[in-house]
């Protein structure tokens, strides 16, 4: 296997895909999406590959000679921590290129009218693949400057998709979100230029070597703020709320489950496993942080009327429960986070690309405006509600095995040493009833009651639509049932955090 | 006990049976639905048929039951495998408590699904409503039989989605399908009470999970058996925190209490009945309440062990809560079933009042060490007759609604001549649900007493008389319903649908269950007669007997505290004579108006009022929790959302720099954009923090 090269392979492949669908997008229009498909497709089956190997916690690295001067390689590592990362950022990359067939054919043609210009589904196309290869990239890098660099490459093609192709205000929002992140970004380059500093290193291995050193707590709280960014925690979230409602919707649903995740993924691989001792002095910050950021994000979901902000704060409550579990600071509570991710990022994708689905039906995401739309669009509902359960925790779907993982793992750290502790950990868990509420609220004012006005010839979204997303429900379901294909490949890299 | 290493089919094969009987149920609900889109007919067919198997499947394991011998703990593979701790696996627990309540289960939803084909017939949803109703029985068997608390949560949280489903099951929310009121009192859609009953039972099963893994971080295992087998040592180290033991075991009660409908998370339960009725009938008498009892039953040896076993003071936090909460549940519901005017919502009320008793019986059980195996068998005897006779209600209850079409029974009255066979049934099952012998509720409530009285302490001797009063609450309640819908003149909605020839009897199909339940009825108090002359026929005795085997590892002492045999049943024939007089001179003779009776006095209107208003509970939590937080989320979007972080960051900070820009324009002509700009100052601070940790050699 190793001499295909899988991990360069799954770089380069959709890379070299992207002039060739960017030139079928001028030619045949809209269908670009489907040839956008066969890379992704490929390079899932590539990963899949990789994944039993993953599970017995074997490594797998490709590394090439980048800059020997200051002693850079370029690596790409798969292992049991970041498989599922890449499993599920590709995945709904793919899923989500067909459903972007229709979706976007529909917000083109809002845009420019009849006759839409055919470079419009090219670059959104172009940009879409190199936005995968950014994110894919960021998770398989083994140095920092790697790291860094990929983790720039997925801000500026979701940047341009969302100021050509987003809704509302776009630019102001485009710029929004680049500029927060970018400013995170900025913060963790200077975590890692003092890395550098330090160990005469860049590469992740070097951690480890600076958590003894006086400078480590300013090292790990550049990082921590730099990926707090990028996860929205509360205070760091004003960009999320802007961005999620108005990015068009095929890629706020990559926005929000998978790239966002990627930070929680970093906090382990940066932090936990090489700083553990430093990373325990900002364990109470980030357990509160969590759980702030957890209630408000459900509490300002509740308190909207628009379906994609809702769901763009219901991310924010979500992230604060991934926080929740790599603040836990044990195993069990750090491998449910990143299944977390896994689970979200199924769910949270569905209920985005419904989102779309309504806007391309309805015309509106007023929830106001809908309401018993159950009756019209059966496998929609469905759906949603599939959705819904995904995050909030109901079996059967994958969402219940990650939520007990972080829950167990809240009370298997620290926070379990004292009474006081354990008191703390139960008030959090109760706090998290709230987001079966909101969850079910909304299905009640979409799907439930009497039909709204104006909404009586509506039906359920076209195949493409469709298809993608009954899959992922499928997905869901199946890794609900069978959890091992997941949690042994995360226990395998998190044994060593014996807590 | 067995930890086997056979192959996962090999188990399958070994012990068909106890897997079949929730799988078969959920293979159902995914393809009934699939066969209505060919035929109605089949489809109604195939539910009953894989209700049936789950019936057929759990009474494989009844001859374990009868000769003694069962299988234990039959572990089928693993399903997480952890670093540094034994894997949990997917495993069934199978011994008497679980035998008995699986069959029970079983039994109870199949005579249900059969009566729903008639009760919903022409349902435009049925399929819907076959899923869930599938499900919903899978998903309780899987949580009576599963032997480890993950399993068990799975079939915990399938069994509230599904109550959640059923519930609303009526999601249009047109107005004849709301409950409560008459207005004033608030009315409830179907999707809000569905809503309800998840958000309040979510609260419960928080808690639960709280204890669970409380438990696991000490105990380090999820499996029943093995958490009972060294419980000698977690508990001792997790008691070493002072204070942690009693927490953790009212953390574990939170679960049963939420689901179980149990004060302070039971107003879920009277709204419950907004779906169909042989809904009603199944959230109360077969599944999702009864999961909370099975659930107490299932830890209580845990505690027993930790109390009597290791004398951990701590360990009786459970026992005493348990009993304190079931008692006065009872006391409040009962109050409640008083007042009611919806028929159903009498009977919900009358549900949580029961399973306060069956609560009780497995408070007290801890209370003395000789008692337990009679409080656990008290506790169980109870859960079986209950759900025989409470599904004969719920059901009678349906046939009444279904032909009087009012959810008040002020809109009924006199139908016993219209309606003799619903009457007669219905009777039957009033009379078992208010202890009249021989009926088997009458023997149930007899044991659930006789085990608070043995417990023979000051604190079971006090729940006993509230326990004594609950009796004579609940026949005067069962009177009273029975009087307002069967005897009396009938109202002015009766003699409408008299006049249109619109009032019937239930088809067959619908009161034949009814009669097999209230046989049932029958034929346990008979049995337990029996009982009377050769201890080897009773039932209290054969459970006893059982339930003494499935606590583990620890010797239990049987015979504990004694109290003459004639003490409890006299008490209780005291207590039905008084709620019989009053239910009787109120509400069946017509001797006294009751209304004018109320409003004769200031104190029983008084009484009144608190009572109709639900002890105000539910006024209040619906003001801190809905309310609350409605406004709170407003409150917080207006003015710290939108005004401070939004305005303030997102369009005050560039406002600022657009101005600072403008100024720098006057300097410099140049094609500085507010962006640059922000981010040139953005590395600017970051350089100069960079200086200020190197340079100042913090």
């Known amino acids: 296997m190793s001499q295909l090269y899988p991990l360069t392979q799954i770089l380069i492949i959709p890379l070299a895909a992207t002039p060739v669908v960017y030139l079928y997008a001028r030619k045949m229009g809209r269908s670009a999406g489907y040839v956008a498909a066969i890379p992704l497709a490929y390079t899932l089956l590539l990963l899949l590959t990789l994944l039993p190997e993953a599970a017995k916690g074997v490594k797998h690295l490709e590394s090439y000679t980048w800059a020997p001067s200051i002693g850079l390689t370029f690596g790409l590592l798969a292992d049991g921590l970041s498989i599922w990362m890449m499993i599920t950022i590709n995945l709904l990359a793919l899923l989500m290129s067909i459903y972007s067939v229709r979706y976007i054919d529909h917000r083109v043609k809002e845009l420019f009218g009849g006759e839409s210009p055919s470079t419009a589904y090219a670059s959104y196309y172009a940009l879409y693949l ?110 999320l709320p802007d961005t999620y409602t108005q990015a068009p919707t095929s890629i706020t649903a990559l926005l929000s489950p998978a790239m966002s995740g990627i930070a929680p993924y970093a906090i382990v691989r940066f932090i936990v496993v090489p700083m553990y001792p430093v990373y325990q002095r900002f364990q109470p910050i980030l357990v509160a942080w969590a759980l702030i950021t957890l209630i408000y994000g459900g509490l300002m979901s509740l308190a909207q009327d628009d379906v994609k902000r809702y769901l763009a704060y219901s991310s924010m409550s979500q992230m604060g429960y991934i926080l929740l579990g790599v603040a836990s600071m044990s195993t069990l509570g750090t491998s449910g986070a990143i299944f977390h991710y896994v689970s979200h990022g199924f769910g949270k994708c569905i209920l985005f690309a419904v989102a779309g689905a309504l806007l391309y039906r309805i015309g509106t995401l007023s929830i106001s405006r809908m309401g018993g739309l159950a009756d019209r669009m059966p496998v929609t509902a469905t759906l949603t509600l599939l959705g819904i359960f995904t995050i909030a925790g109901v079996p059967p779907t994958s969402g219940f095995m990650s939520k007990w993982m972080i829950f167990a793992g809240v009370f298997d750290g620290p926070l379990s040493t004292s009474l006081m502790g354990i008191s703390a950990a139960t008030v959090i868990l109760l706090m998290t009833v709230i987001t079966i509420a909101y969850g079910l609220w909304i299905v009640k004012r979409i799907f439930f009651g009497p039909l709204a006005e104006g909404l009586e010839m509506v039906e359920d979204p076209p195949a493409s639509m469709e298809a993608p997303l009954i899959i992922l429900a499928v997905i869901a379901i199946l890794v609900g049932l069978y959890p091992r294909i997941v949690s042994d490949c995360l226990f395998s890299a998190l044994s060593a955090l014996h807590v | 006990m067995m930890t086997q290493v056979a192959s996962p089919m090999d188990v399958l094969l070994a012990y068909p049976g106890p897997w079949l009987c929730w799988i078969l149920p959920i293979i159902g609900a995914l393809i009934t639905p699939l066969i209505g889109r060919v035929s109605r007919r089949a489809m109604n067919l195939s539910a009953v048929l894989f209700a049936l198997s789950a019936v057929l499947s759990a009474s494989t394991m009844i001859p374990w039951l009868l000769n003694g011998r069962w299988p234990g703990d039959v572990r089928l593979m693993r399903w997480v495998v952890f670093p540094d701790r034994p894997p949990l696996e997917v495993g069934l627990l199978i011994d008497p408590l679980s035998i008995i309540v699986a069959n029970v289960v079983a039994l109870i939803s199949f005579l249900i699904v059969v009566y729903s084909v008639g009760y919903m017939h022409g349902d435009p949803c049925l399929p819907r409503y076959w899923f869930f109703f599938l499900f919903f029985i899978g998903n309780m068997l899987l949580l009576v039989l599963s032997d480890n608390f993950i399993m068990l949560l799975v079939g915990w949280e399938g069994v509230g989605l599904c109550s959640w489903g059923l519930i609303g099951y009526y999601y249009r929310d047109e107005k004849e399908y709301w409950v409560g009121g008459p207005p004033p009192t608030p009315m409830y859609s179907p999707s809000h009470c569905g809503m309800k009953a998840f958000i309040v039972t979510g609260f419960g099963d928080v808690l639960l999970l709280a204890a669970i893994f409380i438990v696991y971080h000490y105990a380090g295992t999820f499996n029943f058996m093995e958490l009972i087998a060294s419980s000698s040592s977690w508990l001792r180290y997790l008691s070493a925190t002072p204070g942690l033991l009693s927490l953790t075991a009212l953390l574990m009660l939170g679960g049963p209490i939420g689901k179980s409908a149990q004060f302070p998370l039971h107003e879920w339960l009277p709204e419950a009945m907004a779906g169909p009725t042989p809904v009603s009938a199944l ?73 306060g008793y069956m609560m009780l019986a497995l408070g007290v059980s801890g209370l003395n060490e000789g008692v337990y195996t009679a409080g656990l068998a008290a506790g169980i005897f109870h859960l079986i007759s209950h759900a025989l006779f409470k599904a004969s209600l719920f059901l009678c209850a349906g046939c009444v609604l279904h032909a009087v079409e009012s959810i008040y029974m002020s809109d009924m009255g006199g139908l016993r001549r219209v309606m003799p066979i619903t009457h007669a049934l219905m009777l039957i099952a009033a009379l078992s649900l208010s202890g009249i012998p021989p009926l088997s509720g009458f023997w149930s409530k007899d044991a659930v007493l006789h085990s608070c009285l043995i417990a023979g302490t000051p604190l079971s001797t006090a729940l006993f008389i509230v326990a004594a009063i609950t009796a004579a609450m609940t026949f005067f309640y069962s009177i009273r319903f029975i009087s307002l819908t069967f005897y009396g003149e009938p109202s002015e909605n009766i003699e409408e649908k008299l006049e249109e020839g619109h009032l019937h009897e239930a088809p067959a199909i619908m009161w034949t269950p009814i009669a097999i339940l209230d046989i049932l009825v029958i034929l346990i108090g008979l049995i337990a007669i029996l009982g009377l002359i050769s201890p080897a026929w009773s039932p209290e005795h054969f459970l006893e007997e059982r339930l003494s085997h499935s606590i583990g590892p620890i010797e239990v002492m049987t015979h504990g505290g004694e109290a003459p045999a004639i003490m409890v049943p006299s008490i209780s024939g005291a207590m039905l004579l008084i709620g019989g007089v009053a239910g009787y001179l109120l509400y069946l003779g017509r001797k006294v108006d009751a209304r004018r009776l109320v409003e004769s006095s200031p104190l029983l209107r008084g009484i009144y009022t608190f009572l109709w208003n639900r002890w105000y509970i539910n006024s209040l939590y619906y003001l801190i929790f809905v309310d609350g937080i409605l406004s709170l989320k407003d409150a917080l979007y207006r003015w710290l959302e939108s005004a401070v972080l939004d305005r303030g960051l997102n369009y005050g900070v560039p406002r600022l720099f657009k101005g600072l ?16 700009l922000y981010l040139i100052i953005a590395y600017l601070v970051i350089f100069i923090s960079l200086l200020y940790l190197f340079a100042g050699g913090v």
Request: overall charge positive; hydrophobic content about 55%; charged content about 10%.
């Open chain 2, 283 to 355: 959230i109360h008498a077969a599944t999702m309440v009864k999961a909370g009892v099975y659930l107490v039953a299932r830890v209580s040896p845990i505690f027993y062990i930790g109390y009597w076993g290791l004398g951990l003071s701590e360990a009786s936090t459970f026992f005493i809560a348990i009993a304190v909460i079931g008692c006065f549940t009872a006391f409040l519901a009962a109050s409640q079933a008083m007042v009611s005017l919806e028929l159903k919502k009498a009977l919900a009320y009358s549900t949580i009042s029961q399973i």
């Open chain 1, 130 to 239: 190199l936005y995968e290869v950014g994110m894919m990239g960021t998770v398989m890098s083994t140095n920092l400057i790697q790291f860094y660099l990929f983790y720039e490459l997925m801000l500026v093609p979701s940047w341009l998709l969302i100021n050509n192709y987003g809704y509302g205000d776009r630019e102001r929002v485009g710029l929004l979100y680049f500029l927060w992140t970018h400013v995170g970004a900025v913060i963790l380059l200077v975590g890692i230029l003092s890395t550098y500093w330090i160990t005469g290193s860049f590469e992740f291995s070097a951690l480890s070597l600076i958590a003894a050193k006086p400078q480590a707590p300013f090292i790990v709280a550049a990082f921590l703020i730099g990926f707090l960014t990028k996860m929205a925690v509360f205070g760091l979230h004003l960009w």
């Open chain 2, 661 to 676: 820009y403008h100024e720098l324009k006057r300097v410099q002509t140049g094609v500085l954009s507010v962006n640059i």
